[in-house]
């Protein structure tokens, strides 16, 4: 026998692209993690609800391998370039739209600005040892009559996702110049601050 079903397969491209939404969605509709009843009983300090956003929106950037990977394994792919697209129409919904910012913006906002630097400070350096590695938890191998676990899946050859965290950066950049004159009276200092990191960024590269 040749086991069941295939070895490996993509999660569809329309499936990723609701799930990027979703998460940010989650993020922005998260008050209830502050529930008053519960909040007020615990001593002073920083609601566990930032730190639980904050774990997320951060694993959530980690995981950009992950895309990069099915997107060379998929018939229909959801590409990388397509994915940062989404995710940076739902980090700076508020400024693209005009919209006043929330706690939540700026926290994603600031994660997106850390995790871009992150991602672009090596271009055009000595990249060795920088090894992506893809490890798909609980994905099992199809092998002949048995399953095994997978594999970590290096990645570095393919990922580019740092050239398209710079493509966007730029984009951005253009974008904050226009809200820092344009934005609620409250918001600009924070649009202030993100136009500042861009354009330290930029100017290193």
């Not at 295939?6 to 799930?19: F, G, I, M, T």
């Not at 508020?94 to 939540?104: E, F, H, K, Q």
Request: proline letters at 3%.
């Amino acid at each position: 026998d040749g086991g069941v079903g295939k070895a490996y397969e993509a999660v569809p491209r329309d499936l990723q692209k609701r799930a990027v939404s979703w998460v940010l969605r989650q993020l922005q509709e998260s008050a209830w993690l502050d529930n008053p009843e519960l909040v007020d009983k615990f001593g002073l300090g920083l609601p566990n609800s930032w730190r639980i956003r904050n774990s997320l929106i951060n694993s959530y950037f980690g995981r950009m391998s992950y895309v990069t990977l099915s997107s060379h394994v998929a018939d229909v792919p959801y590409t990388m370039d397509e994915c940062m697209r989404d995710v940076y129409a739902g980090v700076w919904e508020s400024a693209l739209r005009g919209r006043p910012l929330n706690r939540v913006d700026k926290l994603i906002q600031r994660a997106w600005m850390t995790n871009t630097k992150r991602e672009i400070v090596d271009i055009g350096g000595n990249r060795i040892g920088l090894t992506k590695d893809v490890v798909p938890e609980h994905i099992l191998l199809n092998a002949g009559k048995s399953f095994e676990l997978q594999q970590a899946v290096a990645t570095d050859m393919i990922d580019e996702r740092d050239v398209y965290f710079y493509k966007m950066l730029r984009e951005c950049k253009s974008m904050l110049e226009k809200a820092v004159v344009s934005a609620p009276e409250d918001d600009r200092a924070h649009y202030r601050a993100m136009l500042l990191m861009a354009t330290k960024m930029l100017k290193n590269k």
